[in-house]
């Protein structure tokens, strides 16, 4: 979830939420104490006090107060005991559907997540690992290990991921989607059920009115980029490709799951997967492992919109077009072993099935993700197209004046174009030029 509307009041909001957390948390030791036992396994374990910090940079977190929990206490043995957790906490005002993307991500730590981990294991699963998170018991808390105690960081915000870096996350995508293959052969009831329980956050019919001005405002902008770049003919195409049948609607469109007849098989999909919401862990400088994060945008749908998502919104055009062959294999590979992992030690899986698996690898071939990828570029689209302000925006960048700012006013519009940095307006014309050599100016894409 991301606009520049978005980040501004979250930026407002930041510091009292963080205040008023701590304060929170300093009264709630039980709770902690509590979750914390389990997660150690010590019962006897006594918690002294907690120490509150931000848990991100401001304007990395749309939906949620998020903090960085030190606990202090005695182990039950009598040694001392520390431990840093993330918490994410339910935030006071509901905009943007934030109210709803905290609710779904608690559902899917709390109900996705653990069965996804009894189809595969759970080193397959590139996710922290969850200490609490309950639909009934305080709902308005999740609590996540600390990934940055084990060397994981977030690449700077606006940076574009290079080709090392992509590997790892085509392959975390790959790890995750199989294991989605992996519960729906180990378990179709529980399969089913998760998916006709997954709702879409943001792309249908009745969330038109909360995004669909946002969307528009990041085409207009990304129109006025295009002629300041010397493409206004991009443009004018870019224009009158969102004029019919609309984004919004367009995008509704594009994250309908694959019918379970077709080629391309339905898979839990992130839903939202761009650099603020990886962390990667290094070795002599070199990206070795990546986490996901964030689980509030997921939805049962098509493997290919993580990828797009990906691919649009965080790593450069020479990435995307030099490397694309290699990122899809490491996809795909990862994706296999997954399967295969789960055939041989899963009993749950009838032979037939296993067999299956063993012989033919993962019911997807890279000619088949190509061509669903192609049918679904506008998403891509349309989704780095509303990204990318988001990621380069910061409040020094808003007109100066007594009043609030309308941010879908075309001052506002030019204003900001002007603003923004180049790295910006190469980021937009790359995007644009890239869907214009494959035909999805033109509509053509859906038709493939």
Not at 153 to 171: I, N, T
Not at 184 to 201: I, S
Request: proline residues 6%; contains cysteine; negative net charge.
């Amino acid at each position: 979830m991301a606009s520049d509307t978005m980040v501004q009041l979250q930026q407002q909001g930041a510091l009292e939420g963080v205040t008023e957390q701590a304060q929170l948390e300093e009264l709630d030791l039980a709770f902690y104490q509590g979750t914390l036992r389990k997660a150690e396994g010590d019962g006897d374990l006594r918690l002294h006090g907690l120490d509150v910090r931000p848990g991100c940079k401001v304007g990395d977190n749309f939906s949620s107060i998020v903090t960085r929990n030190t606990a202090r206490g005695v182990r039950g043995n009598g040694t001392g005991f520390q431990r840093s957790v993330i918490v994410k906490r339910a935030p006071d005002r509901d905009r943007f559907r934030c109210l709803a993307a905290f609710a779904k991500e608690t559902e899917a730590y709390s109900v996705l997540v653990p069965a996804l981990a009894r189809a595969v294991s759970w080193s397959r699963l590139p996710l922290p690992r969850c200490l609490h998170a309950s639909e009934t018991e305080r709902p308005d808390h999740i609590v996540l290990e600390d990934l940055a105690a084990e060397g994981f960081a977030m690449p700077p915000r606006g940076r574009e991921l290079d080709q090392a870096h992509a590997a790892l996350v085509l392959r975390a995508l790959g790890r995750f989607h199989g294991a989605s293959l992996a519960l729906r052969y180990a378990d179709p009831a529980t399969f089913h059920r998760l998916r006709a329980d997954t709702a879409e956050l943001i792309f249908f019919p009745e969330a038109e009115a909360v995004f669909s001005s946002t969307l528009g405002a990041a085409a207009s902008l990304a129109v006025l980029s295009l002629k300041r770049s010397g493409r206004a003919d991009l443009g004018r195409r870019l224009t009158a490709r969102a004029a019919a049948p609309g984004i919004f609607r367009e995008m509704c469109d594009a994250v309908l799951p694959p019918t379970d007849d077709g080629e391309v098989p339905a898979v839990f999909t992130h839903g939202d997967c761009w650099a603020n919401n990886l962390l990667f862990r290094y070795k002599d400088g070199h990206p070795c492992e990546t986490k996901l994060i964030d689980l509030a945008g997921i939805r049962c749908s098509s493997p290919a919109l993580d990828l797009l998502h990906f691919l649009y919104t965080s790593v450069s055009r020479e990435v995307r077009t030099v490397h694309r062959q290699q990122l899809l294999d490491e996809y795909l590979d990862s994706l296999r072993e997954t399967l295969q992992e789960t055939a041989g030690t899963n009993p749950a899986v009838d032979q037939h099935t296993t067999s299956t698996i063993v012989a033919t690898g993962i019911p997807l071939t890279r000619a088949q993700l190509e061509v669903e990828m192609r049918r679904r570029a506008p998403f891509g689209l349309w989704m780095g197209l509303w990204m990318l302000p988001a990621i380069f925006f910061s409040p020094s960048l808003l007109p100066k004046g007594p009043g609030p700012v309308d941010y879908y006013s075309q001052a506002t519009q030019a204003h900001l174009c002007a603003a923004l940095p180049k790295e910006f307006h190469q980021r937009v014309l790359h995007l644009v030029e890239e869907h214009a050599e494959i035909g999805a100016l033109e509509n053509e894409s859906r038709e493939a």
